[in-house]
């Protein structure tokens, strides 16, 4: 045993010794500290010689209570005592290990399983050896993908640690950490900074600590740059800076700095972040050489920053030293296509585009043997993405096209595996990376090729793939699959998820100790097996093969009915080719015939057309405005309603119409602001007819939504009503019983809100009786937030209650790279917006009880995150008759996330939702002659437009467009089977 005033040389031999040799499968022969320090080399996931670490703690004497031959407790290997059967588990657990290290997950798991059996069999659930054994099996599900039963395992270990070594020991807080890395690989940011923290504390405590309080504090920062924490990552890598430069780590402090320089670069601080990297380069030089591949890293990042601030010969000179530096290892063949895409976007900036096409043509070829040798074709898409820029400012815009056709293909396979297996907010950050091609799509063909059928064709086929696809992905867990399979089905069902797991895991996560010919064995065998059970479950579930299945324009056309035309619009940042840069948001239309024609349409500036819709929505709420001759004597002049009525027809409207010539039904996916526009009351000239008495208007999501209608079994259980509820007392007898998991978390603004009583919706719940005489009636203090949450996929679903809607908190931007390492390559990503508060906690209905917040176990407050966890699986229609329940917060190209979202994710068909306040008796007449059309076998959007039609018609106050332009249809249109 090393005294602490041995000299450190003395303490690096023996960490050198100790390094030689300790094998991973020995690793439990030694102590916790030195297996702490040594796991991570071992595996692969740090490249740093432990060397000095383990110095430290030998300096340190954390080994003073223990022989370095270990006497751990808690050791598998170590608590034998002679048993034939422990002695199996230590050696199980030693294979699974060694396999774990090979890469052949697979097979280690199995035995690693075995191994627990054997212990817990042995020494009980709480016994010595417990916590090794599950942390190990966590670690390898982890790895395969298994994320919530590698979070079980991991907090059975660390209880387990808890009780036997006490809550501030080494194990507990490396347990800590690891079960933060889960939480992060699964998108649940919020608790893998709870448990990083909690690590970060119990580090801080223990002495000689310092090194590992930093290593925390660096993958804190990382989830805070997740989360889009900015504020917050700077002080914890400035911390971490300090514990480097007071330990006197040279590599620890430069890659600090280049971090830091990373954090300024984001900031736009490009003075800043130059002086942090030369330093780190500096560092780098010194301590490991000026050829070593790190210093080329930063040469890359140093470059960048350069042409950020169009120091066009400095950034040159260090991404060719980069260049040079990477090209010498062969290691580092992706790293050189790398630089490559760098030094193209310099010469592109320069309009040298013979040396941009030249690199970028490189660095494609690097890529592509890259991703023979992996697997991995997803790292083709950069270069392609480029050369598709490059070309359309040399105006080639067939091979414009192919580029951009080839790398959207690839996008297309690994989003959909990311939606398939990862958190919502995560779907969120990876979707937004992708947001620049969709954009790049839509420009090249408003702009760029406005007359080329391929390129219109490409871009309406991106939007049909992506438009609202995180929604559909929050939907997408396959519970409505599930519910129409046998037993044996589902089984495969489980399968493929589990695969798809294991593939987000391998591809988004890749272990680094894998060598690449293991790598890509693995991901083919994973990928075969993921195709055969697809095929297999398509030919089960038309419903499977609808939800899985990339969507083309070809089955959206033949689902169009003969007299309509899908109006698809879309907000987007227009690419000029020509200055290699991204432009103030537009919109545009994409229209599709039924015969297949395409229509192109550019509609102008996005800033002006949402102030318009502001404006026309506003003044539709004004009931004191003329909108048509025979209305009662306004307030407002009638050149002022003119005026805003006839902005927004121009803008939105005008140059669609040519086009519509033997439409009579319109299919309108909006986008953006569009979203609260609703369309019927835009009139065809001042004072003129309005668009709902020349057509028949229905909303969709998307185009793609269309491929849906009829694969689900629509439900034919008795309709509910709820109505006038008692927002003051509840009746607390009703329990929830259906697959609601009873999140009943709440907007921090919904404490001082309170609502008043809406005695026409009883009025508006015995209209409507007769024509439902089978539906379930509840009303006063039975209007519960249980009973909603209790009902299973009624026919119709109506509520008539208010509706609350509380506009958005600020929201900062967030790098959607989510990267925070020394060598992250600098490259222009688009950013997003992280909402500080979940939109669906934001908006939602008042219940029994809601008032006093007092209902049952619930508190009257069913917000449309609870809704969206309802069973509406074959409801064919929801109904709320509330006000602004179509309101919500509004993403582009996803939609409205609010009720409108909510009930769509819950399964429902169709909604018909209100986009302001509205009377409370005149909503009353509205519902009852709805219901009267759509019993009457109307379709559910054409009864509609039936009773907006009579209310015009038969003018006076209610021929007013507040009264009946405030409801909307969105989804299916057809009659109620």
Request: charged share 20%; proline share 5%; hydrophobic share 40%.
């Given at each position: 045993?090393?005294?602490?005033?041995?000299?450190?040389?003395?303490?690096?031999?023996?960490?050198?010794?100790?390094?030689?040799?300790?094998?991973?499968?020995?690793?439990?022969?030694?102590?916790?500290?030195?297996?702490?320090?040594?796991?991570?080399?071992?595996?692969?996931?740090?490249?740093?010689?432990?060397?000095?670490?383990?110095?430290?703690?030998?300096?340190?004497?954390?080994?003073?209570?223990?022989?370095?031959?270990?006497?751990?407790?808690?050791?598998?290997?170590?608590?034998?005592?002679?048993?034939?059967?422990?002695?199996?588990?230590?050696?199980?657990?030693?294979?699974?290990?060694?396999?774990?290290?090979?890469?052949?997950?697979?097979?280690?798991?199995?035995?690693?399983?075995?191994?627990?059996?054997?212990?817990?069999?042995?020494?009980?659930?709480?016994?010595?050896?417990?916590?090794?054994?599950?942390?190990?099996?966590?670690?390898?599900?982890?790895?395969?993908?298994?994320?919530?039963?590698?979070?079980?395992?991991?907090?059975?270990?660390?209880?387990?640690?808890?009780?036997?070594?006490?809550?501030?020991?080494?194990?507990?807080?490396?347990?800590?950490?690891?079960?933060?890395?889960?939480?992060?690989?699964?998108?649940?940011?919020?608790?893998?900074?709870?448990?990083?923290?909690?690590?970060?504390?119990?580090?801080?405590?223990?002495?000689?600590?310092?090194?590992?309080?930093?290593?925390?504090?660096?993958?804190?920062?990382?989830?805070?740059?997740?989360?889009?924490?900015?504020?917050?990552?700077?002080?914890?890598?400035?911390?971490?800076?300090?514990?480097?430069?007071?330990?006197?780590?040279?590599?620890?402090?430069?890659?600090?700095?280049?971090?830091?320089?990373?954090?300024?670069?984001?900031?736009?601080?490009?003075?800043?972040?130059?002086?942090?990297?030369?330093?780190?380069?500096?560092?780098?030089?010194?301590?490991?050489?000026?050829?070593?591949?790190?210093?080329?890293?930063?040469?890359?990042?140093?470059?960048?920053?350069?042409?950020?601030?169009?120091?066009?010969?400095?950034?040159?000179?260090?991404?060719?030293?980069?260049?040079?530096?990477?090209?010498?290892?062969?290691?580092s063949q992706y790293a050189v296509a790398q630089t490559l895409n760098n030094l193209a976007s310099l010469y592109y900036e320069q309009q040298r585009f013979e040396a941009a096409e030249l690199s970028l043509i490189e660095a494609l070829a690097i890529r592509r043997e890259f991703?023979?040798?992996?697997?991995?074709?997803?790292?083709?898409?950069?270069?392609?993405?480029?050369?598709?820029?490059?070309?359309?400012?040399?105006?080639?815009?067939?091979?414009?096209?192919?580029?951009?056709?080839?790398?959207?293909?690839?996008?297309?396979?690994?989003?959909?595996?990311?939606?398939?297996?990862?958190?919502?907010?995560?779907?969120?950050?990876?979707?937004?990376?992708?947001?620049?091609?969709?954009?790049?799509?839509?420009?090249?063909?408003?702009?760029?090729?406005?007359?080329?059928?391929?390129?219109?064709?490409?871009?309406?086929?991106?939007?049909?793939?992506?438009?609202?696809?995180?929604?559909?992905?929050?939907?997408?867990?396959?519970?409505?699959?599930?519910?129409?399979?046998?037993?044996?089905?589902?089984?495969?069902?489980?399968?493929?998820?589990?695969?798809?797991?294991?593939?987000?895991?391998?591809?988004?996560?890749?272990?680094?100790?894998?060598?690449?010919?293991?790598?890509?064995?693995?991901?083919?065998?994973?990928?075969?097996?993921?195709?055969?059970?697809?095929?297999?479950?398509?030919?089960?579930?038309?419903?499977?093969?609808?939800?899985?299945?990339?969507?083309?324009?070809?089955?959206?056309?033949?689902?169009?009915?003969?007299?309509?035309?899908?109006?698809?619009?879309?907000?987007?940042?227009?690419?000029?080719?020509?200055?290699?840069?991204?432009?103030?948001?537009?919109?545009?239309?994409?229209?599709?015939?039924?015969?297949?024609?395409?229509?192109?349409?550019?509609?102008?500036?996005?800033?002006?057309?949402?102030?318009?819709?502001?404006?026309?929505?506003?003044?539709?709420?004004?009931?004191?405005?003329?909108?048509?001759?025979?209305?009662?004597?306004?307030?407002?002049?009638?050149?002022?309603?003119?005026?805003?009525?006839?902005?927004?027809?121009?803008?939105?409207?005008?140059?669609?119409?040519?086009?519509?010539?033997?439409?009579?039904?319109?299919?309108?996916?909006?986008?953006?602001?569009?979203?609260?526009?609703?369309?019927?009351?835009?009139?065809?000239?001042?004072?003129?007819?309005?668009?709902?008495?020349?057509?028949?208007?229905?909303?969709?999501?998307?185009?793609?939504?269309?491929?849906?209608?009829?694969?689900?079994?629509?439900?034919?259980?008795?309709?509910?009503?709820?109505?006038?509820?008692?927002?003051?007392?509840?009746?607390?007898?009703?329990?929830?019983?259906?697959?609601?998991?009873?999140?009943?978390?709440?907007?921090?603004?919904?404490?001082?809100?309170?609502?008043?009583?809406?005695?026409?919706?009883?009025?508006?719940?015995?209209?409507?009786?007769?024509?439902?005489?089978?539906?379930?009636?509840?009303?006063?203090?039975?209007?519960?937030?249980?009973?909603?949450?209790?009902?299973?996929?009624?026919?119709?679903?109506?509520?008539?209650?208010?509706?609350?809607?509380?506009?958005?908190?600020?929201?900062?931007?967030?790098?959607?790279?989510?990267?925070?390492?020394?060598?992250?390559?600098?490259?222009?990503?688009?950013?997003?917006?992280?909402?500080?508060?979940?939109?669906?906690?934001?908006?939602?209905?008042?219940?029994?009880?809601?008032?006093?917040?007092?209902?049952?176990?619930?508190?009257?407050?069913?917000?449309?995150?609870?809704?969206?966890?309802?069973?509406?699986?074959?409801?064919?229609?929801?109904?709320?008759?509330?006000?602004?329940?179509?309101?919500?917060?509004?993403?582009?190209?996803?939609?409205?996330?609010?009720?409108?979202?909510?009930?769509?994710?819950?399964?429902?068909?169709?909604?018909?939702?209100?986009?302001?306040?509205?009377?409370?008796?005149?909503?009353?007449?509205?519902?009852?002659?709805?219901?009267?059309?759509?019993?009457?076998?109307?379709?559910?959007?054409?009864?509609?437009?039936?009773?907006?039609?009579?209310?015009?018609?038969?003018?006076?106050?209610?021929?007013?467009?507040?009264?009946?332009?405030?409801?909307v249809l969105t989804g299916d249109w057809r009659p109620l089977e």
């Amino acid at each position: 045993r090393v005294r602490s005033s041995s000299r450190l040389s003395s303490a690096r031999k023996i960490g050198v010794d100790i390094v030689q040799i300790t094998s991973i499968r020995r690793l439990f022969s030694i102590p916790p500290l030195l297996r702490l320090i040594l796991l991570p080399y071992l595996l692969g996931q740090s490249t740093e010689s432990p060397e000095d670490a383990l110095a430290e703690a030998i300096l340190g004497e954390v080994l003073s209570q223990q022989p370095i031959a270990g006497a751990n407790s808690n050791s598998p290997s170590n608590t034998n005592q002679g048993s034939d059967a422990l002695q199996r588990a230590s050696t199980l657990n030693q294979q699974a290990i060694a396999l774990y290290q090979a890469g052949r997950y697979d097979e280690a798991a199995p035995l690693m399983e075995e191994s627990v059996a054997i212990w817990r069999a042995e020494v009980g659930d709480r016994g010595p050896g417990m916590s090794n054994g599950l942390s190990g099996l966590a670690l390898i599900y982890r790895t395969q993908g298994r994320f919530e039963e590698s979070v079980s395992l991991y907090q059975e270990a660390l209880s387990i640690d808890r009780e036997n070594l006490g809550e501030r020991h080494p194990d507990v807080a490396q347990n800590l950490s690891n079960l933060a890395a889960v939480y992060e690989s699964q998108g649940r940011y919020g608790e893998a900074v709870a448990s990083y923290q909690a690590s970060l504390d119990i580090w801080r405590e223990l002495p000689r600590n310092d090194l590992r309080v930093a290593d925390s504090l660096q993958a804190l920062a990382g989830i805070y740059v997740l989360q889009g924490r900015y504020s917050g990552v700077e002080p914890l890598v400035q911390e971490a800076l300090s514990i480097y430069q007071q330990q006197n780590r040279p590599l620890g402090i430069a890659n600090s700095l280049s971090n830091l320089g990373i954090i300024y670069y984001r900031r736009g601080q490009y003075t800043d972040a130059e002086n942090f990297l030369r330093e780190a380069i500096e560092i780098k030089r010194e301590r490991l050489s000026s050829r070593h591949s790190s210093v080329g890293d930063s040469l890359n990042n140093l470059g960048t920053i350069y042409r950020a601030q169009q120091q066009y010969e400095q950034a040159e000179a260090a991404l060719q030293e980069a260049l040079s530096i990477r090209r010498e290892s062969e290691s580092s063949q992706y790293a050189v296509a790398q630089t490559l895409n760098n030094l193209a976007s310099l010469y592109y900036e320069q309009q040298r585009f013979e040396a941009a096409e030249l690199s970028l043509i490189e660095a494609l070829a690097i890529r592509r043997e890259f991703s023979l040798i992996t697997g991995e074709t997803y790292v083709v898409d950069d270069p392609l993405i480029e050369l598709a820029k490059l070309y359309t400012a040399l105006e080639n815009i067939d091979q414009a096209i192919g580029r951009l056709q080839e790398a959207l293909n690839i996008q297309e396979r690994y989003l959909n595996l990311n939606l398939a297996t990862t958190a919502d907010a995560q779907r969120q950050t990876y979707a937004a990376t992708l947001s620049e091609t969709t954009d790049q799509a839509i420009s090249l063909s408003v702009e760029a090729a406005p007359e080329s059928r391929p390129a219109a064709r490409l871009a309406l086929t991106t939007l049909l793939r992506r438009k609202g696809r995180i929604l559909d992905a929050s939907t997408n867990d396959f519970q409505s699959v599930r519910q129409k399979l046998t037993a044996a089905d589902q089984a495969l069902l489980d399968e493929l998820v589990e695969v798809r797991q294991q593939l987000a895991a391998l591809i988004f996560n890749r272990p680094r100790n894998l060598p690449p010919e293991q790598y890509r064995a693995i991901l083919n065998e994973l990928q075969a097996r993921d195709n055969e059970l697809a095929s297999t479950l398509a030919r089960l579930s038309a419903l499977f093969a609808a939800e899985s299945t990339p969507a083309e324009i070809a089955p959206v056309q033949a689902r169009l009915p003969d007299d309509s035309t899908l109006l698809e619009y879309v907000r987007y940042s227009p690419f000029d080719a020509d200055a290699n840069q991204w432009k103030q948001p537009r919109y545009a239309a994409y229209l599709l015939f039924p015969n297949g024609r395409i229509e192109v349409i550019d509609l102008g500036d996005a800033a002006e057309i949402d102030a318009a819709v502001q404006s026309f929505v506003g003044l539709l709420q004004n009931r004191s405005a003329q909108f048509q001759r025979n209305a009662p004597v306004p307030t407002l002049r009638e050149e002022d309603v003119e005026q805003i009525t006839g902005n927004i027809k121009e803008l939105v409207f005008d140059p669609i119409a040519p086009y519509l010539q033997d439409t009579d039904h319109l299919l309108i996916s909006p986008d953006g602001q569009l979203n609260l526009l609703p369309f019927e009351a835009l009139q065809t000239e001042a004072s003129g007819e309005y668009l709902v008495q020349q057509y028949q208007i229905s909303y969709l999501n998307s185009g793609r939504d269309l491929l849906k209608f009829d694969v689900i079994e629509p439900s034919q259980n008795p309709a509910v009503i709820v109505a006038n509820p008692d927002y003051e007392t509840a009746d607390g007898t009703v329990v929830a019983q259906g697959r609601s998991t009873s999140d009943n978390r709440r907007s921090t603004e919904l404490s001082q809100l309170q609502v008043g009583p809406l005695p026409g919706t009883a009025a508006e719940a015995e209209a409507i009786r007769p024509l439902l005489p089978n539906a379930e009636i509840r009303t006063e203090d039975e209007a519960t937030e249980n009973l909603i949450k209790s009902v299973q996929s009624p026919r119709i679903l109506h509520i008539a209650t208010h509706g609350f809607f509380l506009p958005n908190v600020d929201r900062p931007d967030i790098d959607s790279s989510g990267l925070l390492a020394s060598n992250n390559s600098f490259g222009a990503v688009p950013t997003t917006g992280v909402v500080v508060e979940n939109p669906l906690l934001r908006s939602g209905l008042a219940l029994a009880g809601f008032n006093t917040r007092s209902s049952g176990d619930e508190d009257g407050v069913f917000t449309a995150l609870e809704a969206s966890q309802l069973n509406l699986f074959g409801t064919q229609l929801v109904v709320l008759s509330a006000c602004d329940t179509g309101l919500g917060d509004i993403s582009n190209g996803e939609g409205v996330y609010g009720l409108r979202r909510a009930f769509a994710l819950a399964g429902a068909e169709s909604q018909l939702l209100s986009l302001w306040q509205v009377d409370d008796f005149g909503t009353q007449s509205l519902m009852a002659r709805y219901y009267e059309n759509l019993t009457a076998g109307m379709g559910r959007s054409g009864a509609l437009r039936e009773v907006q039609l009579e209310m015009i018609e038969q003018g006076g106050e209610y021929s007013h467009p507040y009264y009946w332009a405030a409801f909307v249809l969105t989804g299916d249109w057809r009659p109620l089977e």
